[in-house]
């Protein structure tokens, strides 16, 4: 019989591969980057990740206990954890960083339904949340036969980005969307 100790050193090695896979490829992705012009944080942790945070912080923690006590024997164990933590807080803080550049909107980097090139773009609206702006872009999404369907793609916006993206919004779609004044009073007005 396998000891327990060896199955989990050996989900651990698996599982510190597979992160660090995932890094690569998403600190490649985020390389491979041309012309952004304002990115921005999004976590829900002060703009950084909330679970990976966590994560590494509570290894860094175990870390402290490993070595303040003469647990030593646990040391690949916990460094492992540790790996893990640093390649998922890397990839989870740059795939929930919001990339604008020259050529559209990139939401999450390692998810392509999740980008939208200028030229695409519908429609759109700003709604206000609080001190942050949300915009909705609208882009069809080309389904085989013909067929497309709308997507919609929703970006909040930080309270201090908000002058430089309305600029590259201008300068990106203000040649296809004017935005027109219109007071609102009622519905009524609308139909």
Same mark, same amino acid.
């Given at each position: 019989m396998i000891p327990i100790?060896? %199955?989990?050193?050996? /989900?651990?090695? $698996? !599982?510190?591969?597979?992160? #660090?896979?995932?890094?690569?490829?998403?600190?490649s992705n985020?390389?491979?980057?041309?012309?952004?012009? /304002? #990115?921005?944080?999004?976590?829900? *942790?002060?703009?950084?990740?909330? !679970?990976? #945070?966590? $994560?590494? $912080?509570?290894?860094?923690l175990l870390t402290g206990m490993v !070595?303040?006590?003469?647990?030593?024997?646990? #040391?690949?164990?916990?460094?492992?954890?540790?790996? %893990?933590?640093?390649?998922? !807080?890397v990839s989870s803080y740059l795939m929930s960083k919001r990339f604008v550049t020259d050529h559209g909107i990139v939401k999450n980097i390692n998810d392509p339904s999740q980008t939208v090139a200028w030229s695409r773009i519908m429609d759109y609206l700003v709604r206000n949340s609080g001190k942050n702006q949300t915009y909705v872009f609208f882009y069809p999404d080309l389904l085989p036969g013909d067929r497309s369907r709308n997507i919609r793609l &929703?970006?909040? /916006?930080? &309270? =201090?980005?908000?002058?430089?993206?309305?600029? /590259?919004?201008?300068?990106? *779609?203000?040649?296809?969307?004017?935005?027109? =004044?219109? &007071?609102s009073t009622g519905i009524g007005q609308l139909k």
């Open positions: 100790a060896t %199955i989990h050193l050996v /989900i651990l090695a $698996f !599982f510190t591969l597979g992160t #660090t896979m995932l890094m690569m490829v998403t600190v985020a390389l491979r980057l041309r012309n952004v012009e /304002i #990115t921005w944080k999004s976590g829900k *942790l002060f703009g950084y990740p909330l !679970f990976s #945070t966590l $994560f590494l $912080f509570f290894s860094l !070595f303040s006590h003469p647990l030593y024997q646990n #040391t690949v164990s916990v460094m492992c954890y540790n790996w %893990i933590g640093v390649n998922w !807080f &929703e970006l909040e /916006i930080p &309270e =201090e980005k908000q002058g430089r993206f309305a600029d /590259i919004l201008q300068k990106k *779609l203000g040649r296809r969307f004017s935005l027109g =004044e219109l &007071e």
